[in-house]
Nanobody, 128 residues
Framework: QFQLVESGGGSVQAGGSLRVSCEVS????????LAWFRQTPGKGREEVAT????????SYIDSVKRRFTISQDNAKNTVYLQMNKLSTDDTAMYYC?????????????????????WGQGTQVTVSS
């Protein structure tokens, strides 16, 4: 079982930057894929980026490539999402999620059903 706590959301103007964090606790030796999702009212959760805990491999959806960077500090059991060149389209509640067990790679196409453990979310608001 895992507990995930996001932090670092807030408000920023378009073109600005923000970093959100996700601290994972629990049996942290048994997960190796962590993903960031985002959700706006009335829409489903969109998987944005993933990172493989052991290999450090990352994947992103096209709309955030070259703007967002997912990274991790395994000693702190914390995963980050650095968001640059933010636009109003990035406004959403951002969630981190993980799944138990080994996976050789983590896919940004998996979707929310593959992740049973979630944080409470942190709001990111980008104004024009």
């Amino acid at each position: 079982q895992f507990q995930l706590v996001e932090s670092g959301g807030g408000s920023v103007q378009a073109g600005g930057s923000l970093r959100v964090s996700c601290e994972v606790s629990g049996d942290t030796s048994t997960y190796n894929c962590l993903a960031w999702f985002r959700q706006t009212p009335g829409k489903g959760r969109e998987e944005v980026a993933t990172i493989h805990r052991g290999r450090g491999a990352t994947s992103y959806i096209d709309s955030v490539k070259r703007r967002f960077t997912i990274s991790q500090d395994n000693a702190k059991n914390t995963v980050y999402l650095q968001m640059n060149k933010l636009s109003t389209d990035d406004t959403a509640m951002y969630y981190c999620a993980t799944r138990q067990g080994y996976s050789p790679m983590c896919r940004v196409t998996w979707g929310p059903r593959e992740f049973p453990f979630w944080g409470q979310g942190t709001q990111v608001t980008v104004s024009s």
